[in-house]
């Protein structure tokens, strides 16, 4: 082991020009260093490199100085820029070599499915002499195992669904058997919607100084919330209490905008509220297109609570499945208070639904004005007999506002359903 590394440590690289240049988003290195605090590792970075063997020859060889394991992710197919079996092999100070039995399991591979092997999978048989396969059951490019300064350093494939079961083999037979079971610290997530962050701040913000403990953090992502209680107390029952104490007062300063804990997502509470009410939804949507009847339905179960959605994108469209009027829709304008009352009301009497949502908006990037600005989204509500109606204007882009108007959206049902509309 390397001086002055401790042997819990872990970092992170994920390899690929298309990483650094932003068109695909990495979601390899958050499953990975979630994983790895999950076993009490503490993850000291998280790296995006580039294609060139020496860059990630580099990286590597840093973060072996650092950290005790060392996950890849990426760069390990059959084309001219898949370079991390060479990064790994100059890290390592090694050379590769090519092993013909795995050459033979990508032979087999390709005629399982009927189709004929390319010559550049060859590169795919390549190892450091000293490294050792993992086995990759979904597809051609096998993980790779290797030692680089004491470290145990892992090269697993880019595609998500390759590398989830070998980083679940990796993690247990390798980290798990190297450096024996443990736990991530104590936490407690609290997750809310509708607050900002500033004022999430000022009321838990006792709970954040330096050498608190527990020490509360607070993250925000399209609306969602999260604050996360840990404690890094020596003693473990001593600091499952202290989090959970801190949990419970976060949740009352909170109120009735905190939706659940843990990795709870808004549209299963949304859908659990409405299951606990014995309630139906319905959705009316416009400028969202039907995303939030789409996040309604990727909870399982949720065909018990939720009936339909319609998506009336044009005004013809709105009087003629939903009854708005179209003098209505004239004299207000289809992004209006009157427009989203009516089409909640509509989605309801048309469906049978005890609930109804709609959203009307301007999604942007164009048809805003200085009266509509783009962001402006109008949400109605129909339960119990009664229409609410809310105005909201979001900032960002066409994607960002759509997927905070549903989430605003699920939240308003959430609450109408538990009974909390008017509480704040």
């Known amino acids: 082991m ?13 390899v690929g020009e298309e990483l650094l240049a932003g ?12 994983a790895l605090r999950e076993l009490g590792f503490d993850v000291r970075g998280l790296r995006t490199v580039g294609d060139g063997a020496e860059e990630i020859a580099e990286a590597v060889t840093a973060a072996a100085a650092r950290a005790s394991v060392v996950i890849l992710t990426g760069g390990l197919g059959p084309t001219e820029d898949d370079r991390t079996r060479h990064g790994l092999a100059r890290a390592a100070s090694d050379e590769l070599v090519f092993d013909e039995e795995e050459l033979g399991r990508i032979a ?22 000293r490294a050792r396969w993992i086995e990759n059951r979904h597809g051609t490019a096998a993980g790779l195992r290797a030692e680089v300064a004491g470290a145990l350093v892992v090269a697993l494939p880019g595609p998500p669904f390759e590398m989830r079961p070998m980083l679940a083999e990796v993690l247990l037979e390798d980290v798990v058997g190297r450096f024996g079971p443990g736990a991530a610290p104590p936490r407690v997530k609290v997750r809310a919607h509708g607050l900002s962050e500033s004022i999430v701040g ?8 330096e050498g608190a403990d527990p020490r509360v953090g607070i993250t925000v992502s399209g609306g969602i919330l999260t604050v996360t209680a840990t404690s890094h107390a020596a003693d473990r029952a001593s600091a499952e209490r202290a989090v959970e104490a801190v949990g419970r007062t ?56 939720f009936l339909e959605g319609c998506v009336t994108y044009s005004n013809a469209a709105k009087s003629a499945r939903l009854g708005v009027p179209a003098e209505t829709i004239e004299r207000h304008g289809a992004v209006s208070e009157e427009v989203a009352r009516a089409m909640a009301e509509g989605i309801v009497r048309t ?13 942007g990037p164009g048809g805003g004005t200085a009266e509509k600005p783009v962001g402006l989204v109008w949400l109605g509500l129909r339960v119990d007999g009664v229409t609410h109606a809310r105005r909201i204007v979001l900032p960002g ?10 989430r605003a959206a699920l939240d308003l049902v959430r609450r109408g359903a538990s009974g909390t509309l008017g509480v704040r």
């Not at 001086?3 to 994920?14: F, I, K, N």
């Not at 591979?109 to 450091?128: H, I």
């Not at 000022?202 to 100084?209: L, N, Q």
């Not at 009352?252 to 606990?276: F, H, I, K, M, Q």
Request: hydrophobic share 40%; with cysteine.
């Open 2 to 14: 390397a001086a002055g590394r401790d042997e819990r440590t872990a970092v992170v690289l994920s």
């Open 23 to 34: 068109d695909i988003r990495d979601t390899n290195r958050e499953e990975v260093a979630a």
């Open 108 to 129: 087999d591979l390709f005629a399982r499915v009927g189709r004929a092997m390319s010559e550049s999978n060859r590169v795919q048989a390549y190892r450091p002499s």
């Open 202 to 209: 000022e009321r838990v913000r006792e709970f954040m100084g």
């Open 250 to 305: 976060v949740a009352e300063r909170l109120g009735p905008n905190v939706y659940g804990r843990g990795d709870v997502t808004l549209e299963e509470a949304t859908v659990a509220s409405l299951r606990r009410a014995g309630m139906t939804c319905a959705t009316a949507e416009s400028c969202t297109g039907g995303l939030v009847a789409s996040l309604l339905t990727r909870v399982p179960g949720s065909s018990d609570v």
């Open 351 to 363: 469906s049978g639904a005890s609930v109804g949502v709609s959203l009307t908006g301007v999604a």
């Open 397 to 406: 882009d066409r994607e960002t506002v759509q997927l905070r108007a549903a």
